[in-house]
């Protein structure tokens, strides 16, 4: 009799046992289904997906038809000086190196850019920048010549005007001789006493119109070439392989070994990224982008107003006097089908044009405004999708796990590595001398 209360007592400790076993086992069935699918491997379809990331898929450079000197050796390192030079500023503080850090894969670490005043936006990357037929979060830019006359006058960053740097390039004798290899002779301008004297002026634009036109002419392509060999150098900054293409080149060569070179976590996000996570959908090619234009229904920081990206600066690109079809472009009309033939429509409210995802370590805040300081951050946005406050949010809620989120963020940060190139492009050149070998040293020495 006195067993009865034991016995109960016993069936019950092994009845909540058995429980436990079941969750466990449940608990452990269901682990091993994840490890197992995490550790299957890759599926005809998902390795043709991998391959398709691969570094070695990059095709070559686009031409830049509006460009002449585009791939010219020569110009980029004239471009390289130029995107050093802090004379290149109203304050002879700012240069284009101000904002893009050679050592921050050419970003400056602010959620918005500040040099003599404060940008609207995030600076983004410069590797690989060439590849995008747009510039600017928002594309409101068609080539990268024309691109870089914009910071050039821009109040808040260089602060500086097309006749101060015109006659820079005029007086500096370096400069002068280096332009002079390049283009055709020097056009002469009369009007440097008007010029000088105005020089440091924060509104230029009254000079500006009481110049003869004939030197409106010879400033404005002296400032163009300027921008042009700035071209030639940002078409130098490459990425260069990172792990995850250690890792394609390995699965892609059969080579033994190939899962050590990613984590288990690092594949496992590779496999959410183009798959359940559906980030390839816009995030794909080598360089991580398809250059278009999404709404990702970003909220704007507090304080400010949600930006309109993409549709607002439609107009703007095809009355820009430096667009492809512009007289300052080298291209012919039937050679600018990318501007003429542009995308527009209502989805383009708030779109912006999808960064590459080369560059991420180090490279934060990120987003146009640099709203997100951390990768854990963009991914919870993406795992949420909210509603957008204009237009309408192109992704969709994922439903993901803690867990798959930062798989997803291991396998981001195998993306990373130096841009190509080493320190040869990645710095100031020292020294007025270029290669020993150019025309340049002869026009110098007066050979
Ligand atoms: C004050 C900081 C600052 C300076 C100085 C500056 N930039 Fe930028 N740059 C930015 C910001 C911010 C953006 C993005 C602005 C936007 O999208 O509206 C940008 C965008 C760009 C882009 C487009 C990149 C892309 O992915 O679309 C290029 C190319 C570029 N800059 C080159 C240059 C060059 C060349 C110079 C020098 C002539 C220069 N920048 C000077 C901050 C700066
Ligand atoms: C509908 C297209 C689309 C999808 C899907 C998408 N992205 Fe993006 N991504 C963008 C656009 C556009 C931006 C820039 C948004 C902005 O700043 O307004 C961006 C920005 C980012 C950034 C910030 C990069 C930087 O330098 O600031 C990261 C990181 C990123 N996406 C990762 C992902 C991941 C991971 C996924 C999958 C979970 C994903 N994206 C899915 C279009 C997309």
Not at 224 to 244: D, T, W
Not at 402 to 431: H, K, V
Request: aromatic share 8%.
């Amino acid at each position: 009799m006195k067993l009865m209360p034991q016995h109960a007592g016993s069936a019950k400790v092994l009845r909540i046992l058995s429980l436990a076993a079941l969750a466990a086992l449940v608990y452990l069935a269901f682990w091993w289904q994840q490890q197992a699918a995490e550790a299957a491997p890759w599926t005809v379809i998902e390795k043709a997906l991998v391959e398709s990331l691969w570094l070695e898929e990059l095709p070559p450079l686009p031409n830049d038809a509006g460009n002449a000197v585009a791939d010219n050796l020569q110009a980029a390192r004239l471009g390289q000086r130029l995107f050093f030079d802090t004379r290149l500023s109203r304050n002879g503080e700012v240069s284009c190196a101000t904002c893009h850090q050679p050592e921050r894969r050419f970003t400056d670490g602010l959620p918005t850019a500040r040099a003599i005043g404060e940008s609207k936006r995030n600076t983004p990357s410069l590797v690989g920048v060439a590849y995008s037929p747009w510039l600017y979060w928002d594309g409101r830019k068609d080539s990268l010549w024309s691109q870089a006359l914009a910071p050039l006058e821009d109040p808040a960053e260089h602060g500086g005007h097309r006749m101060r740097f015109a006659m820079l390039l005029q007086e500096d004798p370096v400069y002068r001789t280096e332009y002079n290899a390049l283009f055709d002779q020097w056009p002469e301008f009369d009007a440097e006493d008007s010029i000088a004297t105005n020089v440091t002026a924060v509104d230029w634009s009254a000079t500006w119109q009481n110049l003869a036109s004939a030197d409106q002419q010879r400033i404005a392509t002296i400032f163009v070439n300027l921008g042009k060999v700035l071209e030639a150098y940002e078409r130098q900054l490459m990425p260069s392989p990172s792990r995850f293409d250690a890792y394609v080149s390995a699965l892609a060569n059969d080579e033994p070994g190939a899962e050590d070179i990613l984590s288990k976590d690092e594949r496992a996000g590779l496999r959410l990224f183009i798959g359940e996570a559906r980030c390839v959908q816009c995030h794909n090619g080598p360089l991580f982008t398809n250059n278009e234009f999404h709404n990702t229904g970003l909220l704007p920081p507090s304080g400010s107003l949600p930006d309109e990206g993409r549709s607002a600066v439609l107009e703007q690109l095809t009355t820009d006097v430096f667009n492809c079809l512009g007289e300052f472009s080298d291209a012919k009309a039937d050679q600018c089908s990318e501007l003429v033939y542009m995308r527009k429509g209502p989805e383009l409210l708030g779109a912006m044009r999808t960064p590459s995802l080369r560059n991420l370590a180090g490279t934060e805040p990120y987003m146009h405004k640099g709203q997100m300081q951390t990768l854990a951050e963009v991914l919870r946005h993406y795992n949420r999708a909210p509603m957008a406050l204009i237009g309408h949010n192109e992704a969709q809620p994922l439903g993901l796990s803690n867990r798959q989120l930062q798989q997803i963020e291991a396998f981001l940060l195998t993306l990373d590595a130096p841009a190509a190139g080493g320190d040869n492009w990645l710095s100031s050149p020292s020294g007025p001398e270029i290669e020993p070998d150019s025309k340049l040293i002869h026009t110098l020495s007066g050979n």
